[in-house]
């Protein structure tokens, strides 16, 4: 296994086990079931929009995982558009920084945190921590970490999850600011009018 291979391991087993403990944290002592991606009664382009975000990331995520541990494999069946190292310890500096913007934006959503549009249940506005800075801080560190895997392995197969993914986050953003919307009113179009959608 290259040194490459290595570091993309452990910052996809680091992500990995950052959003399944944060689950597992809401649900034990929170009783909090903060997976609604694609659950519970919503309309249609929400559901359709959660079912693309769905799909898209387990591509990424099954991607991210094959390319760390079979790599070489992967580049003789799927070529490569470059071999720059340079490049790729780049992708990694940014899958790293993606994955620290996602870490800091689930402990600053805390118990608000969910991963869909949850209809079900009234969280709090978080406007602390990286959420001053962005209103979608968690979905920037996702799109770090999947600009971050293409140029780790540039192939034709990253940069299509690359696009496929940036696209489904964002029809997904577009769904729940207007949730958001509605729930907080007022206060929302403040925070919207001071903090930028993505940076």
């Known amino acids: 296994m290259t040194t490459l291979n290595f570091l993309s391991l452990i910052l996809f087993f680091t992500f990995l086990a950052s959003y399944v403990l944060k689950l597992v944290i809401l649900n034990r002592k929170n009783n909090i079931q903060a997976n609604v991606l694609g659950k519970g009664k919503k309309i249609t382009t929400i559901k359709s929009t959660e079912w693309f975000v769905k799909i898209a990331t387990l591509l990424w995520g099954a991607t991210w995982f094959l390319m760390s541990i079979a790599e070489p494999y992967l580049v003789n069946l799927l070529g490569r558009h470059y071999n720059l190292p340079v490049v790729n310890y780049i992708g990694v500096g940014i899958v790293s920084i993606g994955c620290a913007v996602f870490i800091l934006a689930m402990a600053a959503m805390s118990t608000s945190w969910r991963v869909g549009i949850d209809k079900s249940t009234t969280t709090r506005l978080v406007t602390r921590g990286v959420y001053k800075i962005s209103r979608n801080a968690a ?50 179009r403040s925070y919207s009018s001071r903090t930028p959608r993505y940076l």
């Not at 034709?156 to 496929?164: C, E, G, K, N, Y």
């Open 139 to 188: 979905f920037v560190g996702f799109d770090l970490m999947f600009a971050g895997l293409y140029l780790m392995y540039p192939s034709w197969l990253t940069l299509v999850i690359l696009v496929l993914n940036v696209a489904a986050i964002h029809l997904l953003i577009l769904q729940e600011e207007k949730h958001l919307r509605l729930v907080f009113g007022e206060e929302y």
